[in-house]
T-cell receptor, first 114, second 115 residues
Framework: GNSVTQMEGPVTLSEEAFLTINCTYT??????LFWYVQYPGEGLQLLLKATKADDKGSNKGFEATYRKETTSFHLEKGSVQVSDSAVYFCALSGRRDSSYKLIFGSGTRLLVRP | DSGVTQTPKHLITATGQRVTLRCSPRSGDLSVYWYQQSLDQGLQFLIQYYNGEERAKGNILERFSAQQFPDLHSELNLSSLELGDSALYFC??????????????FGPGTRLTVL
């Protein structure tokens, strides 16, 4: 079945460092891919998405490119801020059993130090 | 603010009890999804409704049930509660045309604690 694998956290970085959080997926067909972010004590917010191969999603300085050949959707940011500290979830959505449910990775906690 | 509302925000109850979690989707969204977030299982899909009808089931226990009403709000009913049911329960909604390109917008969640 469909699945998402994320790198284990926590990831600890200094402010202004470069961020990469790896995400790979297994899916049949042509899924859409998402990154959601969960700040402490809050719900999930969509960070970015890509709906077909080679699409690049971007938002708030974060980027991820849908790579079908490597089945990956790695999240990157050139310069992180303390306010980016949160848990990041990679997810996919593809029709299965008449549902477009999201399948999530295990989440990666990011801690950015001043 | 995603536009999805969930009540209550926190719920503390005892084993064996029954609770109801409520979700109001974004205006115009017909699809409602329920997810459970727990430390050991991560984020798991429970059930989906589309325009009042059950669309898909995931890892939802038989003690749990849900429904979507004509005004499109949804309720998740959890009965015979066990300690292991303690988790954060999220509701999400998506746009009129259900498809895998649609974004699901999440509510703030209901934190259930079973003592």
């Amino acid at each position: 079945g469909n699945s998402v694998t994320q790198m284990e956290g926590p990831v600890t970085l200094s402010e202004e460092a470069f961020l990469t959080i790896n995400c790979t997926y297994t899916a049949t067909g042509y899924p859409s891919l998402f990154w959601y972010v969960q700040y402490p004590g809050e719900g999930l917010q969509l960070l970015l998405k890509a709906t077909k191969a080679d699409d690049k999603g971007s938002n708030k300085g974060f980027e991820a490119t849908y790579r079908k050949e490597t089945t990956s959707f790695h999240l990157e940011k050139g310069s992180v801020q303390v306010s980016d500290s949160a848990v990041y979830f990679c997810a996919l959505s593809g029709r299965r059993d008449s549902s477009y449910k999201l399948i999530f990775g295990s989440g990666t906690r990011l801690l950015v130090r001043p | 603010d995603s536009g999805v509302t969930q009540t209550p925000k926190h719920l503390i109850t005892a084993t064996g009890q029954r609770v109801t979690l409520r979700c109001s989707p974004r205006s115009g969204d017909l699809s409602v999804y329920w997810y459970q977030q727990s430390l050991d299982q991560g984020l798991q899909f429970l059930i989906q409704y589309y325009n009042g009808e059950e669309r898909a089931k995931g890892n939802i226990l038989e003690r749990f049930s849900a429904q979507q009403f004509p005004d499109l709000h949804s309720e998740l009913n959890l009965s015979s509660l066990e300690l292991g049911d303690s988790a954060l329960y999220f509701c999400a909604s998506s746009a009129r045309l259900a498809g895998n390109t649609d974004t699901q917008y999440f509510g703030p969640g209901t934190r259930l604690t079973v003592l």
